[in-house]
């Protein structure tokens, strides 16, 4: 008994590291064939990617909806990860006007030269409209209210998340021209360096695709050349995928076998966020290639009670420095204390203000507390860098 104790001790594990990843194991996940026989309303399967003819999708859910509702649900975790939904918008003029909307806001970003960043592009390379949702609710709130009244979007949130989902979107508009982005996943553990991915425990890396849905509503045609997202079925099964593509062998990898399919204008993709994908190349010579980016959060991605952190930190702040300098806290201490009070998290943030440039994410408040801390500001300074940090996260 004691030595199957001792066993089983060495054979736990945390979190997951590169040691963990395997090419093989990988290809074994991710080279599959995805059945039309698997998806009984669906129409084709194309490449792997599942295609749905939308108008015919909701008239089945008003005679099934369980079972549209499980076969969805079942294609994003388990099967290939990814869905076309063709025709979701059959009154393009609901896209038109909204793309005339995106781009009013994209010509006012260059004006004044606000907005950029991306998470997995270089900056500048494409447009982005940050918080698009609130964007367009403020600048059209009709067109707004025909063009979320969609029901696959509704559909398939519902299908993922549950009720009570909470809607963000973003524009992405790759410019002939515009190169491609990195294979990733996303957030949230997407949204992370690997020495900090490596830091959750393995549980969090099945946890975190739950708690999202990725979706792009298509305001073109997008044929090839425009550069429609490149993806990878399948490989939102591989539990060390957010860790793994640090390696050199997955993203080549994923060079040599993601598909990308052509899409049509009304047109609705939505995948696991832990599917890997990459916006393509835009080669073409004049496609504005424009993508509303849908980032569907689950309701239950929030705490129980609302906690004033701002006026946390400023309260405790001189207190924490005195006890430091005293040497009453060590280093270790200080940084518990910080995790108890300060936003450790980087989300939610305006992106307009505070974009990812330098990096994957922008500064948490908990990363502002151990600076001023480190180097013994006043509380004076140390009030106003917080007033400064809020602001900028307004929307």
């Keep these: 008994m004691e030595a199957a104790r001792k066993m089983n001790a060495v054979a736990r594990r945390y979190g997951l590291s590169l040691a963990d990843c395997r090419l093989e194991e990988f290809r074994r996940l991710v080279e599959r064939k995805a059945e039309l026989v698997d998806y009984p309303h669906a129409t084709a399967v194309m490449k792997n990617v599942v295609i749905y003819d939308s108008a015919a999708l ?6 099934d909806e369980n079972a549209v509702l499980a076969e969805l649900c079942d294609l994003l975790m388990s099967g290939p990860g990814v869905a076309v939904f063709k025709k979701a918008y059959l009154d393009t003029a609901v896209i038109d006007r909204a793309s005339a909307v995106f781009s009013e806001i994209i010509e006012e970003q260059h004006r004044s030269k606000s907005g950029g960043g991306d998470h997995f592009a270089k900056p500048g390379a494409n447009d982005r409209i940050w918080n698009s949702l609130e964007k367009h609710c403020l600048a059209d ?3 707004f209210a025909r063009y979320y009244a969609n029901p696959i979007i509704e559909l398939v949130s519902r299908a993922w998340l549950g009720p009570a989902f909470q809607m ?6 790759v410019n002939p021209g515009g190169a491609s982005q990195t294979p990733h996943r996303d957030y949230h553990l997407g949204f992370m360096t690997s020495e900090k991915i490596a830091q959750y425990p393995a549980h969090i890396h099945h946890l975190s695709p739950v708690l999202t849905l990725q979706g792009a509503v298509a ?7 425009s550069g429609p997202t490149l993806f990878l079925p399948f490989s939102q099964a591989y ?3 957010y860790i793994a593509l640090e390696k050199r062998e997955f993203r080549d990898y994923f060079a040599a076998n993601h598909v990308q399919l052509p899409l049509e204008k009304g047109d609705i993709v939505f995948f696991n966020p832990a599917l890997y994908h990459a916006a393509g190349s835009n080669i073409s ?3 504005l290639r424009v993508a509303n980016l849908l980032q569907v959060s689950s309701a239950f991605g929030r705490a129980m ?3 004033n952190r701002t006026r946390m930190c400023s309260a405790l702040y001189p207190a924490l420095l005195k006890l430091k300098s005293e040497g009453a806290l060590d280093e270790a201490a200080v940084a518990n204390v910080v995790a108890s009070t300060a936003e450790g998290y980087s989300f939610p943030t305006n992106l307009d203000r505070d974009p990812p440039i330098g990096g994957i994410a922008p500064k948490p408040q908990s990363q502002l507390m151990h600076e001023a801390l480190a180097e013994s500001w006043t509380a004076e300074r140390f009030d106003a860098a917080l007033a400064a940090y809020d602001e900028k996260r307004q929307s």
């Design 285 to 287: 010579k004049d496609i």
């Design 219 to 225: 305001h073109c045609d997008m044929p090839v050349e």
């Design 168 to 173: 963000t979107a973003q524009v992405n508009r």
């Design 305 to 307: 009670e609302t906690v």
């Design 141 to 143: 709130p009709e067109n």
């Design 239 to 241: 539990e060390p995928g």
């Design 58 to 63: 909701v008239a089945a859910t008003q005679v």
